[in-house]
Structure formats: structure tokens, C-alpha cells
């Protein structure tokens, strides 16, 4: 459920936009700023708050893959399997990350501290490879470099 606050920057958004479909990306991020991830049932909030199908949000949400249908960890590691970081050895970050971590891709520690997923291209293909914790971009990736970046995650 949006807040109060949100709810007012969607009625705000409205007058932006040509069309309350148009709206889709910007309220489901809201959402997933607010809430963390987004439910079924904020889903079906924004379909009923913009007017359109369930079926067009659940669409949009399951294209985008920075958006999460479940509750992810406090740091949101997603490390870039696309072909230049996969020529770097990004295969090799993953395999460290799993085992320093000690959870599969896919899988958030069970102390909720980090979730670690695959992405497709973050567009630094010249860094390669590279992973992002939430919106930060780390480059030129080696098993050192992961390990100081997990010992500053708080
Ligand atoms: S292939 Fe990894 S950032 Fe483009």
C-alpha cells in the first residue's frame, strides 16, 4: 500500500502524463523504493490506482528485471553474466561470491543481509566484468576486489 506521501506524488505524476498507463514505471519504482520489492497485492493497487489491467502491470514487472516480486536482502548484489563480462570471468565472480556467501544465485543469506542474482548487461561492458550492490556499479571485478567489497557491506 502506497503512503500518504506517495500516494500525493502519483496524483502529482497524473497531471504530468498523457495517460495513467504512461505512469506504470514510475509508480511501480515508488513502490519498490517504499516497500522494498512489489507484492501481487501492490501490483494490484497500482493496477486499480492507473486504471489498467493487472495483466499489463504483472507484465511490465516481470520484464523489468530490476524489479523484485519478493523481499530481497539489506545489499542486492547482482553481478552481469552478459557475454563481455562473461569473456572476463564473470562466471568466476559468481562461483567466489556463492561460496564466500554461501548461498546459490537466486538465494538472500539467511541473516537477510545480501541477495545475490545474475543480470543481464548493466552497459559498463568496457569494465567487464562488474557486478552493482543496488544502484553502485563496481568495475574490472577479481575474487580480491569482491572480498573488500563484502567486508565494507554493513
Ligand atoms: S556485458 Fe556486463 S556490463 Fe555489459
Redesign the pocket.
Known sequence: MLNENNLKRVEELKRRYPTTQALTLPVLWMVQEQEGYVSEASMQEVAELLNVTFAHVLGVVTFYTMFHTKPVGRHHIEV???????LRG?EKIMSHLEHRLGVKCGETTPDKKVTLNETE?????G????LAIGEAYHEHLTPDKVDRLLEGLS
Not at 548487461?121 to 561492458?125: D, R, V
Open positions: 552481469c553474466t552478459n557475454v563481455s563480462c562473461m564473470s548487461c548493466l552497459g559498463a561492458c569494465y567487464a566484468p562488474m
